[in-house]
């Protein structure tokens, strides 16, 4: 099966172009580039990171920023491509990764395995909390840019919620390596953020 990709070219191709909607400013092609990236640094610790790499290409490949369901459709969406491509199982795992990624909370995994892979994709999907300052303004302002219809006080009470909530966990990274590498400077990117959305407008 390893030497079979999960993801051939014809999927990353049909991918690529719904990655590449005009209104995906932030959940875009760049996005998954950067965790197939990190995919790479961290594949050492990946118990199967084919599986891994297919919920990185699957996971925002239907996003619409007034939908509440696009996590359930993206993995129904890679269950679909994906079936006769894999056991049911792996499917499986993969579905439950991509599904975790809405309210990125660790669920459904009772495989040690699966969980740390879960563990690892989830964080490579929040990394960006943790960049540069300039890199994560410039991820708030694309993000912003996906929600253009949201009036501003609506959504500065909704996201200053969001970051409240991740700021409220004990860790905002499920693994030791996330957090050592991009927790401290999560906490200050999203602290600041929401000090500026709580600024009078």
Same mark, same amino acid.
């Given at each position: 099966?390893?030497?079979?990709?999960l993801?051939?070219m +014809?999927?990353? #191709?049909?991918?690529?172009?719904?990655?590449?909607?005009?209104?995906?400013?932030?959940?875009?092609?760049a996005?998954?580039?950067?965790?197939?990236a990190?995919?790479?640094?961290?594949?050492?610790? !990946?118990?199967?990171?084919?599986?891994? /790499?297919?919920?990185?290409?699957?996971?925002? +490949?239907?996003?619409?920023?007034?939908a509440?369901?696009?996590e359930?459709r993206?993995?129904?969406?890679?269950?679909?491509? !994906?079936?006769g491509?894999?056991?049911?199982?792996?499917?499986?795992?993969?579905?439950?990764?991509?599904?975790? #990624?809405?309210?990125h909370k660790?669920? =459904?995994?009772?495989?040690?395995?699966?969980?740390r892979?879960?563990?690892?994709?989830?964080?490579?999907? !929040?990394?960006?909390l943790?960049?540069?300052?300039?890199?994560?303004?410039?991820? /708030?302002?694309?993000?912003?840019?996906e929600?253009?219809?949201?009036e501003?006080?609506?959504?500065?009470?909704?996201?200053?919620?969001v970051?409240?909530?991740? !700021?409220?966990?004990?860790h905002?990274?499920?693994t030791?390596?996330f957090? /050592?590498r991009? /927790?401290?400077?999560? =906490?200050l990117?999203?602290?600041?953020?929401?000090e #500026?959305?709580?600024?009078?407008?």
């Amino acid at each position: 099966m390893e030497n079979e990709p999960l993801i051939d070219m +014809a999927l990353k #191709t049909a991918l690529s172009a719904l990655y590449s909607a005009g209104n995906r400013h932030y959940h875009n092609l760049a996005h998954i580039e950067a965790m197939l990236a990190l995919a790479g640094d961290y594949r050492a610790l !990946l118990d199967d990171p084919q599986a891994v /790499e297919a919920a990185i290409w699957f996971h925002d +490949a239907i996003y619409d920023s007034r939908a509440k369901d696009n996590e359930i459709r993206s993995a129904a969406l890679a269950e679909k491509k !994906l079936a006769g491509r894999v056991d049911a199982e792996r499917l499986d795992r993969i579905s439950a990764m991509i599904v975790a #990624t809405a309210a990125h909370k660790l669920t =459904r995994f009772d495989d040690a395995a699966a969980t740390r892979d879960a563990s690892l994709f989830l964080d490579m999907d !929040l990394s960006i909390l943790g960049a540069a300052p300039d890199a994560f303004d410039a991820y /708030e302002r694309a993000v912003r840019c996906e929600y253009d219809w949201v009036e501003e006080p609506m959504w500065r009470a909704g996201r200053g919620a969001v970051l409240k909530d991740f !700021l409220a966990r004990p860790h905002i990274f499920h693994t030791e390596e996330f957090r /050592e590498r991009f /927790e401290p400077q999560a =906490r200050l990117n999203m602290a600041r953020s929401l000090e #500026t959305l709580q600024e009078p407008s």
